[in-house]
């Protein structure tokens, strides 16, 4: 009998419990991924995002035939046909354990529990985040609401731990190049973003030597290159968290301790991530669309396709939220300044739905996770967890003439104003607009003055 891994978001072969778990015994384990295009489409994840992970699929297959481990692929449609067919297929290659790695969303726990209900032994493996959902707890047990006491509790547990990433102890002799694994699904070209191994820890050291010491300084501008531009690789597991924490640290071991600089602005983004993976453990009801301050719910949005159509295209005639939005649809991918400037934009000057938003960005992000994504949104829609709620409305001009001062990325995306001065771009005047170019859809001062009315509901801060 041999142990299986099933590998699901966690493409990696550095740093993954799971498969140093499933590599202990003296036999080479089983590897599997499996695919569920139509469940993807359901939980809409983008066409570049199913392409990138095909790729990454295929680069780990060639990673553990290098290791002596022949990674199969069962081709199945939705997450209710996996027990079935895991049975069968553990039953094929005498498999008598399964090793996975924890994934905190609430259709892939229920996939899991009936993974075991079918008889199965399934063993998870944390590795997802950096520490564990449930064990960053207040005094009294329960996890934070709040991300700052969150982040120094989660700071204080992670000071003077060994975070060196691990990798599997045993090799058996290498198997020949694996055949090409195809999903049946949708796909655009994900290139832009390389695959080979060790590609995702070369950008790591590269952003921990070049670019993190100014990261404080520079992480919100969107015309420089001062981010780590990890997301879409922690996205699908091809990196781990630890890993980053890890690299930081052997760069900037002040990262842990409350002082500023662009370590610990940078690890600080990392807890933001374990933060919302841990709320989603905590509130599963955030998996199912539902706002997190149930004050939101009285919370009157603007059914308006045609405003939200106009938002998504990149025509709403402020050039920093159009560049943005046709940065998402050109690269799959958005600086996160701009993610909470055009989130802003559609919730509180357009007053629309944030799950509409949710859902459009999930749909083209090829860094897409539910719970990045969620959190993300009803922070900037103020029904999320956050002490000072509902007054905060992002002004995309200020916006746009304090973190892109020169226009440079407004110009990348909206070549039509490339011609404006570097006062005009913010807000092109009616004289000088392009033909081509729309005007503002909505006066800034009366749409935030309508947001305040509206949100008025949110006045008491009730959990």
């Known amino acids: 009998m041999v142990d299986l891994i099933w590998f699901r978001k966690d493409l990696r072969v550095e740093d993954n419990p799971a498969l140093t778990a499933a590599c202990s015994g003296d036999a080479p384990p089983v590897a599997l991924f499996i695919s569920t295009p139509d469940q993807w489409q359901e939980h809409n994840m983008s066409p570049i995002q199913v392409d ?7 680069s780990l297959a060639q990673q553990l035939a290098a290791l002596g481990i022949a990674l199969h692929h069962l081709a199945l449609s939705r997450f209710d046909e996996i027990p079935t067919a895991l049975s069968q297929f553990c039953q094929q290659h005498g498999i008598s354990r399964i090793h996975a790695g924890e994934e905190p969303e609430f259709n892939e726990n229920k996939r899991d529990r009936e993974v075991v209900a079918a008889g199965l032994e399934l063993k998870l493996h944390p590795g997802h985040c950096i520490l564990p959902p449930g064990t960053v707890l207040k005094a ?4 934070y609401r709040v991300f700052t006491p969150f982040r120094r509790a989660w700071m204080a547990r992670l000071r003077g731990q060994n975070l060196a990433p691990g ?14 694994i195809e999903f049946d699904a949708h796909k655009l070209c994900s290139a832009h973003w390389p695959v080979a191994p060790g590609e995702a820890h070369r950008r790591l050291e590269h952003f921990v ?18 981010t780590s531009v990890l997301s879409p690789y922690l996205a699908l597991g091809m990196i781990s968290p630890t890993s980053c924490l890890h690299a930081a640290l052997s760069h900037g071991p002040e990262a842990l301790q409350e002082q500023p600089g662009g370590a610990f602005a940078w690890v600080s983004e990392l807890a933001w991530r374990d933060f919302y993976r841990h709320l989603l453990i905590g509130w599963p009801r955030l998996s199912k669309g ?21 938002w998504c295209q990149g025509q709403t005639g402020f050039p920093l939220v159009d560049a943005a939005m046709r940065q998402l649809k050109q690269t799959g991918w958005m600086h996160n300044r701009l993610r909470m400037v055009t989130a802003s934009f559609l919730t509180k000057n357009l007053l629309i739905d944030w799950r509409l938003g949710e859902r ?22 103020s029904t999320g967890c956050d002490a000072q709620p509902y007054f905060r409305i992002f002004n995309p001009v200020s916006q746009s003439k304090k973190f892109d001062p020169d226009g440079a ?41 309508r947001a305040l009315e509206r949100f008025a509901v949110m006045k008491r801060e009730v959990f």
């Open 52 to 58: 990138l992970m095909e790729r990454a699929v295929n």
């Open 209 to 226: 030597h070049q670019r993190m010491s100014d990261y404080h300084l520079n992480r919100d501008r969107p015309d420089l290159k001062a």
């Open 290 to 310: 539902m706002n997190f301050n149930p004050l939101a719910n009285k919370v009157q949005w603007e059914k308006n396709t045609a405003a939200f159509d106009t």
């Open 360 to 381: 459009w960005f999930s749909q083209h992000l090829v860094d897409g996770d539910l719970a990045a994504n969620n959190g993300g949104w009803q922070w900037s829609a």
């Open 409 to 449: 990325f407004i110009r990348r995306y909206l070549p039509e104003l490339n011609d404006l001065s570097g006062k005009d771009i913010h807000l092109p005047p009616a004289s000088v607009r392009p033909p081509g170019y729309p005007a503002p859809m909505v006066d800034l001062a009366d749409s935030r003055r």
């Open 167 to 180: 990798q599997p102890t045993t090799a058996w002799p290498a198997l020949a190049a694996p055949a090409p």
């Open 140 to 143: 009294d047990g329960t996890p």
